[in-house]
C-alpha cells in the first residue's frame, strides 16, 4: 500500500482529484467506483472544479456505488442516490444512466444484491475504486466480521455506524437499520483503490490498517493483500503513525 500524507483536507481532496483526472484522461471509459459521506465531498468538489474548467469529460464514464440505505426511496435527501446527484452527478456531463447505486427499495433485496454484483461484471469490473473507512475499519457498509469472500449482500448496520451517520438524519432513530453494500470481495476485485482518510478521529483506524493484522474483525485490513491500493491521509488522520 502506498500513503500519500498531505498537510491538510483540501490538499487531500486536491491530490486524489488529480490522480483521478489523469486515470479518466487515460481511459475515458473508465468504471469508477465511490464512495459516500464526509470525506470524498472535498474530492467530488475538485472534480467538479476541475470538469468546468478544463472541460475533463464524463460522459463515456460508468460510476458503480458502493452502497445504499435499505427503504429509503431514491428521491429521498437521504438516500446515497440523493447524496451522489447532489454532490457530483448534476455538476459534470455524466449521463444519468451511466451511474450505478444498489436499490434499496428493490422488491426482492437479494435479487437485487445479485443483480448489482453481476452487472460490474458484465461491465468488466471496476477500474478505479474510492473508499472511505469507518472508525471500527469498515470499507463501503462491510461492518467487523464480515467475510472476506463476501459478494454484494444485505447488512445489518453497526450501531457505532448508525450513530456516526445520524449527523445527517434528524435523530439516530432515523438512521436504517440496514444497507445493500458491496462485499469484501467485490471491493477487491477492483484493479486500483484509492481509500481517502481524514480527522483525527480515523487516525486510530489508519494506524491499525497500516500496522495491524489482518482480519476480518477490522474489515479494512483486507486491502493489505491488494496489489494497487492508495491511501491519502491528511495530518489529523497520520498523527498516530
Ligand atoms: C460510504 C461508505 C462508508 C464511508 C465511511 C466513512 O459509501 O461506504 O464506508 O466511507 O463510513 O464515512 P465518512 O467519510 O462520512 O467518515
Not at 50 to 60: L, N
Not at 113 to 142: A, K, P, T, V, W
Not at 163 to 184: C, H, L, W, Y
Amino acid at each position: 500500500m502506498k500513503l500519500i500524507s498531505t498537510s491538510n483536507y483540501q490538499e487531500l481532496s486536491q491530490q486524489a482529484a488529480k490522480e483521478i483526472i489523469s486515470r479518466i484522461n487515460h481511459n475515458p471509459s473508465l468504471n469508477l467506483g465511490l464512495a459516500t459521506g464526509s470525506t470524498p465531498t472535498g474530492l467530488y468538489q475538485e472534480l467538479i472544479r476541475d470538469h468546468k474548467q478544463k472541460q475533463t469529460s464524463y460522459k463515456g464514464i460508468n460510476t458503480f456505488n458502493l452502497d445504499e440505505y435499505i427503504g429509503i426511496p431514491k428521491k429521498d435527501r437521504n438516500s446515497y442516490h440523493y447524496f451522489m446527484c447532489e454532490h457530483l452527478f448534476e455538476h459534470i456531463d455524466i449521463p444519468l444512466d451511466q451511474t450505478h447505486i444498489p436499490d434499496g427499495t428493490a422488491k426482492n433485496l437479494d435479487v437485487e444484491c445479485m443483480r448489482y454484483e453481476q452487472f460490474i461484471s458484465e461491465h468488466g469490473g471496476i477500474d478505479l475504486q474510492i473508499l472511505g473507512i469507518g472508525q471500527n475499519g469498515h470499507i463501503g457498509f462491510n461492518e467487523p466480521g464480515t467475510p472476506f469472500d463476501s459478494r454484494t449482500h444485505i447488512i445489518d448496520l453497526a450501531e457505532s455506524t448508525r450513530k456516526a451517520n445520524s449527523r445527517f438524519f434528524e435523530s439516530v432513530e432515523d438512521v436504517p437499520k440496514q444497507a445493500i453494500t458491496m462485499g469484501i470481495a467485490s471491493i477487491m476485485d477492483s484493479k486500483e483503490i484509492f481509500l481517502l482518510v481524514s480527522g483525527a478521529s480515523k487516525a486510530k483506524a489508519l494506524a491499525r490498517l497500516l500496522t495491524g493484522e489482518v482480519s476480518e474483525q477490522f474489515p479494512a485490513s483486507v486491502l493489505q493483500k491488494h496489489e494497487n491500493v492508495t491511501i491519502f491521509a491528511d495530518k489529523e488522520a497520520t498523527a498516530l503513525l
